[in-house]
């Protein structure tokens, strides 16, 4: 069990959108929060003229899922940030960490820029601006666990400000279900199936290459109920063509979706087609039974009988 921890965050304009200090008890760290275009009154502020670590923060293109980061560090942070203000329009707001102390020196933001990005590798939810991958520099063995500790209270504050890019997925439900033609078939009528629309490149490339689906919004009733995926192809295809069981499901962004794993690759069934009618279209996510799915003849026998 991880261990309880306070912080405390101050509002210097009143505006509990704009530019946030946050700071905790026995700490020397402090951290400074702000949306872009808050970046003129903040670059006037004294903490910009110290040694320290910043992220910056914010979305490509309007359709991306995750968000685009880029980590960066200097001696004084006022005129990097002040560069990336003028020349990088991706990013919509900030998080800079210095020290009260000034005990950050460049040896120590260096390796706080290698690890943030090595943890934003490994937990793969964002796309990073970074052009090169930072070395890990040397330090002393008493240095290497002081910068630790405030990397520690650098991640244990970002997912408190809106970002959990840097944390490892954690499943919010394991049902690890297997394939039910091989079980026997299951015969609750209870919705336990997700049905997800996809285009056939996607189809192609992730749900039978990679065996997953994310990006996908699931009610928060539903999310322990369950057990099986299943893959509408949209135009021309229109139909369910595939279904997998489900190993987990975890978090996906920062947009309050979520990742589908599945515990064996996806297998055909039917195909289910949208209807007798001229072939439609379904926009988002719907439950329905395995039961019901397995005896389906169109799209409709499962999403509107009762």
Same mark, same amino acid.
């Given at each position: *069990?991880?261990?309880?921890?306070?912080?405390?965050?101050?509002?210097?304009?009143? #505006?509990?959108?704009?530019?946030?200090?946050?700071?905790? *008890?026995?700490?020397?760290?402090?951290?400074?929060?702000?949306?872009?275009? #808050?970046?003129?009154?903040?670059?006037?502020?004294?903490? *910009?003229?110290?040694?320290?670590?910043?992220?910056?923060?914010? %979305?490509?293109?309007?359709?991306?899922?995750?968000?685009?980061?880029?980590?960066?560090?200097?001696?004084? !942070?006022?005129?990097?940030?002040?560069?990336?203000?003028?020349?990088?329009?991706?990013?919509?707001?900030?998080?800079?960490?210095?020290?009260?102390?000034?005990?950050?020196?460049?040896?120590? !933001?260096?390796?706080?820029?290698?690890?943030? !990005?090595?943890?934003?590798?490994?937990?793969?939810?964002? %796309?990073?601006?970074?052009?090169?991958?930072?070395?890990?520099?040397?330090?002393?063995?008493?240095?290497?666990?002081?910068?630790?500790?405030?990397?520690?209270?650098?991640?244990?504050?970002?997912?408190?400000?809106?970002?959990?890019?840097?944390?490892?997925? &954690?499943?919010?439900?394991?049902?690890?279900?297997?394939?039910?033609?091989?079980?026997?078939?299951? &015969?609750?009528?209870?919705?336990?199936?997700?049905? !997800?629309?996809?285009?056939?490149?996607?189809?192609?490339?992730?749900?039978?290459?990679?065996?997953?689906?994310?990006?996908?919004?699931?009610?928060?009733? *539903?999310?322990?109920?369950?057990?099986?995926?299943?893959?509408?192809?949209?135009?021309?295809?229109?139909?369910?063509?595939?279904?997998?069981?489900?190993?987990?499901?975890?978090?996906?962004?920062?947009?309050?979706?979520?990742?589908?794993?599945?515990?064996?690759?996806? &297998?055909?069934?039917?195909?289910?087609? %949208?209807?007798?009618?001229?072939?439609?279209?379904?926009?988002?996510?719907? %439950?329905?039974?395995?039961?019901?799915?397995? &005896?389906?003849?169109?799209?409709?026998?499962?999403?509107?009988?009762?």
């Amino acid at each position: *069990m991880a261990d309880p921890f306070t912080i405390r965050i101050f509002v210097p304009d009143g #505006n509990p959108e704009g530019i946030r200090l946050i700071d905790r *008890m026995n700490w020397t760290g402090l951290g400074l929060v702000f949306p872009r275009a #808050n970046w003129p009154a903040v670059q006037k502020r004294a903490e *910009m003229q110290r040694t320290g670590i910043y992220v910056l923060v914010g %979305y490509r293109n309007e359709n991306d899922d995750l968000p685009t980061l880029y980590v960066g560090q200097a001696d004084g !942070v006022r005129g990097r940030i002040d560069s990336h203000y003028k020349n990088k329009d991706f990013w919509d707001w900030a998080a800079v960490f210095v020290s009260t102390s000034g005990g950050l020196n460049r040896a120590h !933001v260096t390796w706080l820029e290698y690890a943030l !990005v090595k943890q934003a590798v490994d937990a793969n939810r964002c %796309y990073l601006d970074n052009g090169n991958v930072p070395q890990e520099p040397a330090l002393s063995e008493a240095e290497r666990a002081d910068t630790q500790a405030f990397l520690k209270e650098i991640l244990q504050i970002l997912p408190l400000v809106g970002l959990r890019a840097f944390e490892i997925p &954690k499943a919010v439900a394991v049902p690890v279900a297997i394939d039910p033609s091989a079980s026997g078939a299951s &015969k609750s009528k209870k919705p336990d199936t997700i049905i !997800v629309p996809a285009q056939k490149e996607g189809f192609e490339r992730v749900f039978l290459g990679e065996d997953c689906w994310y990006a996908i919004r699931i009610s928060g009733g *539903m999310i322990e109920r369950i057990k099986y995926v299943a893959a509408y192809q949209t135009l021309p295809t229109s139909a369910i063509t595939h279904y997998a069981p489900v190993a987990r499901i975890e978090p996906y962004g920062e947009g309050g979706k979520y990742k589908i794993v599945f515990s064996e690759g996806a &297998k055909a069934i039917g195909p289910i087609p %949208y209807g007798d009618a001229t072939p439609g279209a379904m926009q988002g996510p719907r %439950y329905t039974s395995f039961a019901r799915l397995r &005896k389906a003849k169109q799209l409709t026998d499962v999403l509107i009988k009762g």
